[in-house]
Structure formats: structure tokens, C-alpha cells
Nanobody
Framework: QVQLVESGGGLVQAGGSLRLSCAAS????????VGWFRQAPGKEREFVGG????????YYSDSVKGRFIISRDNTKTTVNLRMNSLKPEDTAVYYC?????????????????WGQGTQVTVSS
């Protein structure tokens, strides 16, 4: 069982930066894929990025590639999402999720554990 706790959301002006953190309790992320998703009002939850335990390489959606950076700390208990050059369309509730499936990455159904979500609001 993995419990996920997100932190770091808030209000920022367009062009600014925020860092979200996803902390695991109960175990480390060493054998989990960790994904970040977001859900804007009236829209479906969508993939933002993720990092697989198998190759430790981050993957990003086209909408955030080049602006967002995913990193994992050496203890493998925290995964961070650094968001730069934020745009109003990045406004959403952001969720981290974890999956023990080696091939998991892009799809909500692949993830077994979810954080509570943290609000990110980007003003224009």
C-alpha cells in the first residue's frame, strides 16, 4: 500500500514557476511508475508527465514539454514536478499517482494509488 501526499500548489502569475512534490509514505517509489495528471474544471483528467521506475526517464505531454520537469530524489520517496513558464491554461487540480505495473505511464486506469490533489491557479 502506498499513500501519496502532494504539496506545493498555489496561485502564480503567468510566466511564473511552481514546484509540486509528491511524497510517498509506507514505501519508496523504487518499483513504481509515478505519474502527474491534472484536471481543469469541466474537463477530463489528463496526463501531464511521469517517470518510470524501470528507466528513470521522465516523459511529458506535448502541452508541457520544455516547460515542466519531473525529478525523483535519491531516496526515491519524493517525486517533484517543476513547472516553469506557466500559462493560464495550466490552471487545474494536479494529482500524482503511482503504479506497480512496469509499462504504466499515460493512462489513468494503469494507476492504483492517487494523491488528494493540489490546486494550481495561473492568473493572466
Amino acid at each position: 500500500q502506498v499513500q501519496l501526499v502532494e504539496s506545493g500548489g498555489g496561485l502564480v502569475q503567468a510566466g511564473g514557476s511552481l514546484r509540486l512534490s509528491c511524497a510517498a509514505s509506507g514505501r519508496t517509489f523504487s518499483t513504481y511508475t509515478v505519474g502527474w495528471f491534472r484536471q481543469a474544471p469541466g474537463k477530463e483528467r489528463e496526463f501531464v508527465g511521469g517517470i518510470r521506475w524501470s528507466d528513470s526517464s521522465p516523459y511529458y505531454s506535448d502541452s508541457v514539454k520544455g516547460r515542466f520537469i519531473i525529478s525523483r530524489d535519491n531516496t526515491k520517496t519524493t517525486v517533484n514536478l517543476r513547472m516553469n513558464s506557466l500559462k493560464p491554461e495550466d490552471t487545474a487540480v494536479y494529482y500524482c499517482a503511482a503504479s506497480p505495473r512496469p509499462g504504466a505511464l499515460y493512462y489513468l486506469r494503469e494507476y492504483d494509488y492517487w494523491g488528494q490533489g493540489t490546486q494550481v491557479t495561473v492568473s493572466s
